[in-house]
Nanobody
Framework: QVQLVESGGGSVQPGGSLRLSCVASTMSACMAWFRQAPGEERERVATIRTYPERTNYPDSVEGRFTISLDKAKKTLWLQMNSLKPEDTAMYYC????????????????????WGQGTQVTVSS
């Protein structure tokens, strides 16, 4: 079992920044951030393969969001810059105990463990 606890959400104006954190009970092969807005499906925001590190982002956040790890602190970060109203959602940390043919998958169904979520609201 992997326990994940997110924090760092809040309200911010468009163009602002937030940094989310996820403290894990143990590091996993793949870790990721997903988000879900009301009435929408959960979507991937960023993934990171732990060893060796490799990140991947969808086009919607590429260049604005950065996922990173502090292995010593067992903490996953998501730095979010240039936030837009459409970034408003509940953000979830997820972990998968193995890679999928060396890669970290995009699909939420392939992640074994989830945090409780932290709300991000971008509004003027």
């Amino acid at each position: 079992q992997v326990q994940l606890v997110e924090s760092g959400g809040g309200s911010v104006q468009p163009g602002g920044s937030l940094r989310l954190s996820c403290v894990a009970s143990t590091m996993s092969a793949c870790m990721a951030w997903f988000r879900q807005a009301p009435g929408e499906e959960r979507e991937r925001v960023a993934t990171i393969r732990t060893y060796p590190e490799r990140t991947n982002y969808p086009d919607s956040v590429e260049g604005r969001f950065t996922i990173s790890l502090d292995k010593a602190k067992k903490t996953l970060w998501l730095q979010m810059n240039s936030l837009k109203p459409e970034d408003t959602a509940m953000y979830y940390c997820a972990a998968r105990t193995s890679t999928f043919s060396g890669h970290c998958p995009d699909e939420q169904t392939r992640y074994n463990f989830w945090g409780q979520g932290t709300q991000v609201t971008v509004s003027s």
